[in-house]
């Protein structure tokens, strides 16, 4: 059984998961108006891992019989100047999102609600990934700056994503 305040936080969390998917297919649609497919597919992929990072906390709150409540999904930003100010921004987004999750962690354990602890260690270690993927990412495109033969090669790079 959940209590009420780490229901709403986890309800919370599924919201921010679907603004990040959002958010991402957004950067995909961009990316692809510019025929960079390849940081399009990247793009498009990660916004499917967020889908699943909100699935799997709505599993979660079904589990422990509490009630999925969805809220509305803000409206992400349309475009970005450069793919290099997009990952800058997806890079940003991911340390506010693990910042949510450490929020939630200390929620959970303020109710004494061990089974949730537990539940966010998964979390917790996926967004030391999810950061260090868009700093790497990050910082290949501070190298290339704009030189178009560097971007190229790392939109092929990209577009190789799973
Ligand atoms: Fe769900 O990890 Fe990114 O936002």
Avoid: C
Wanted: aromatic residues 12%; without cysteine; proline residues 2%.
């Amino acid at each position: 059984m959940l209590t009420e305040t780490v229901e709403k936080a986890l309800n919370e969390q599924i919201n921010k998961e679907l603004f990040s998917a959002y958010l991402y297919l957004s950067m995909a649609a961009d990316f692809e108006s510019k025929n960079l497919s390849g940081f399009a597919r990247w793009m498009r992929v990660q916004s499917q891992e967020e889908l699943n990072h909100a699935m799997k906390l709505f599993d979660y709150v079904v589990e422990r019989g509490g009630r999925v409540e969805l809220m509305a999904i803000d409206k992400p930003q349309q475009t970005w100047e450069s793919p290099l100010r997009a990952f800058q921004d997806a890079y940003d987004h991911e340390k506010f999102i693990t910042q949510s999750i450490y929020g939630l962690l200390e929620i959970a354990q303020s109710a004494k609600d061990y089974g949730t602890m537990e539940f966010l260690q998964w979390y917790v270690k996926e967004q030391v990934e999810e950061e260090a993927q868009a700093d790497r990412i990050v910082k290949k495109l501070e190298m290339i700056k704009d030189e178009p033969a560097g971007l190229f090669m790392l939109d092929r790079e990209l577009g190789k994503r799973e």
